[in-house]
């Protein structure tokens, strides 16, 4: 059974739903502090109008990015991880890496694939070693660990500029597919 919450639960999370139900089972202590942590972490926030365009996003990230060096099957770059990729704890979002993570391994996979090709992404793997503060400067290398007829992978390494510690660890796997002729 599920009970509407109390009026001082609505009122301290702008991230509730209007139609928000909280379960009769979960005491409304909880779900209280649930909905205010979500709203500290920035739920509820409107998007600015002049950010809701299509295309936004794809460029926003890639602002972020900025290439070092290009070779076929590598590619370094650095990254600045500035206060809107980061999360509320003052590091790069997780989500922000697995985003550059995508945007990384497709540009590397591109220096070995042939344009008559579609790059699906079929995998990806990410091992979170240790957090980024905001304003740091990342230094991502991207590198072919194996390309054929029907398959890449490409392997990401994160480091932080400041101290060569090791940040991030990744794998993506592309699926190599002909382009549609329709």
Do not use: W
Not at 57 to 70: C, E, G, L, N, W
Not at 96 to 124: F, I, P
């Amino acid at each position: 059974m599920e009970a509407k919450p109390s009026s001082g639960t609505e009122s301290a999370s702008s991230c509730a739903s209007p139609s928000l139900k909280i379960s009769s089972e979960l005491d409304p202590r909880h779900a209280s502090e649930t909905l205010t942590f979500v709203t500290r972490m920035g739920g509820g926030v409107s998007i600015p109008q002049n950010c809701n365009t299509n295309g936004f996003y794809d460029a926003f990230i890639r602002s972020f990015i900025k290439v070092d060096h290009i070779q076929r099957g590598r590619i370094s770059c650095t990254i600045i991880a500035k206060p809107p990729i980061c999360n509320g704890y003052g590091t790069l979002h997780g989500g922000a890496v697995g985003v550059l993570v995508e945007v990384l391994s497709t540009a590397c996979a591109r220096t070995v694939v042939a344009e008559d090709k579609q790059l699906s992404l079929g995998e990806v793997s990410i091992s979170y070693l240790s957090g980024t503060p905001a304003n740091e400067e990342v230094l991502a290398n991207a590198s072919v660990v194996k390309t054929g007829r029907n398959l890449t992978v490409v392997a990401l390494e994160f480091k932080s500029k400041k101290n060569g510690n090791l940040l991030y660890i990744t794998h993506a796997t592309f699926y190599n597919m002909p382009v549609s002729g329709l």
